[in-house]
């Protein structure tokens, strides 16, 4: 008993020693011992930060998509950029082989990564083509309703 207490005692010291040298977040030490290296571990404030970014994101692309509906001429540039940025952030959220702590980005994020690939590759064309930008959003829509029921 005295010697369980006492490895304990040296792992508790050790580990606090370990992560007190340590230039990164204590749980980041754990997180790579106890997590694969292909699986994407996104924290609560990380993943809270890029929804705002890709929320804001939408809100360019909408605005960049408005002057169709009143015939005026879209900006394609304004438009392709917009949803680079917006697969760049879905990208870095997107799970690795190994998975994701959110079930959603496994379940979800890859398809709308690809989904947005699409619909910049489409805004590329000549002529352009924005009706799948416009189905971007409705992509997060959908999603949001699907795991607000879980």
Do not use: K
């Amino acid at each position: 008993m005295v010697n369980q207490q006492r490895t304990i005692l040296l792992a508790t010291l050790a580990l606090v020693v370990l992560t007190g040298c340590a230039d990164s977040n204590p749980m980041d030490i754990i997180r790579q011992a106890t997590y694969p290296p292909d699986f994407n571990y996104v924290s609560g404030q990380e993943l809270q930060d890029s929804m705002d970014q890709l929320g804001y994101q939408l809100q360019q692309l909408d605005q960049a998509l408005e002057p169709a509906e009143s015939g005026e001429e879209v900006q394609q540039q304004e438009v392709i950029a917009v949803l680079g940025n917006i697969e760049r952030i879905g990208t870095n959220l997107r799970a690795g082989d190994a998975g994701s702590n959110h079930p959603f980005l496994q379940d979800h994020m890859s398809d709308f990564v690809v989904d947005v690939g699409r619909a910049r590759i489409a805004a590329m064309g000549n002529p352009p083509s924005y009706y799948l930008a416009g189905r971007v959003s409705g992509g997060c829509v959908n999603c949001h309703r699907i795991n607000r029921d879980r």
